[in-house]
């Protein structure tokens, strides 16, 4: 069965700091992973998916097959960072996006 | 020009009431989906409609029922409220089921 693990609830960094949200997948498959992003009392949002190999907002994300595996990560982090983070999957055929439980990222002045 | 919009934004209704969700979006998109997100931000999928036809409908309970009159609208109906069915539903749209979700704002649903 698919699975999308964030290990971490609740994740606080200063601003400045480095910021590494963990995510780990299992699926068999060939998987297309995501980052979705709540900002405080507003929609999820996508940030950015694997296929795109892009920047948002300064956040990257880099798919390690071999450690089934798409960390976010942010060199420094700003206080405009402050959301939930959800890392989803979404496996092949008519399956829906698979969502981790979330990490908030709490990023202190 | 909201993409995906859901009414109301705040309900809150007694044990035992039925109410409706709505959801309206005007991307054009196929597919339509409602998620859950509880009081620990935990989201989970309830159903999926591609071009008004359900095709993913998890465990959830028969006391919700999705209803989607065209491929722009997907309503939420649920019946016989429980305490448990407070939280947040999101409605959200894609072009095709594989394609990355647009998410309306929530209704956060408060059952007393």
């Known amino acids: 069965a698919q699975r999308v693990t964030q290990p971490e609830k609740l994740l606080s960094v200063f601003k400045g700091a480095p910021v590494e949200l963990k995510c780990n997948y299992s699926?068999?498959?060939?998987?297309?992973l995501f980052w979705y992003v709540q900002y405080s009392r507003q929609r999820l949002q996508l940030l950015l998916r694997?296929?795109s190999r892009e920047s948002i907002k300064g956040f990257t994300a880099d798919l390690n097959k071999g450690e089934t595996s798409f960390h976010l990560k942010k060199p420094f982090a700003q206080e405009e960072d402050s959301a939930m983070y959800y890392c989803?999957?979404?496996?092949?055929?008519?399956?829906?996006?698979?969502f981790g439980k979330g990490t908030r990222l709490s990023v202190i002045a | 020009d909201t993409a995906v919009s859901q009414t109301p934004k705040y309900l809150v209704t007694q044990m035992g009431n039925d109410k409706s969700i709505k959801c309206e979006q005007n991307?054009?998109?196929?597919?339509m989906y409602w998620y859950k997100q509880d009081s620990k931000k935990f989201l989970k999928i309830m159903f999926s409609?591609?071009?008004?036809?359900?095709?993913i409908n998890e465990t959830v309970p028969n006391r919700f029922s999705p209803k989607s009159p065209d491929k722009a609208h997907l309503n939420l109906h649920i019946n016989s409220l429980e305490l448990g069915d407070s939280a947040v539903y999101f409605c959200?749209?894609?072009?095709?089921?594989?394609?990355?979700?647009?998410f309306g704002n929530g209704t956060r649903l408060t059952v007393t």
């Open positions: 699926y068999s498959g060939s998987p297309e």
């Open positions: 959200a749209s894609s072009p095709t089921l594989n394609s990355p979700l647009h």
């Open positions: 409609y591609n071009n008004k036809e359900l095709i």
């Open positions: 694997h296929i």
């Open positions: 989803a999957l979404h496996p092949s055929g008519n399956t829906p996006l698979v």
């Open positions: 991307l054009g998109h196929d597919t």
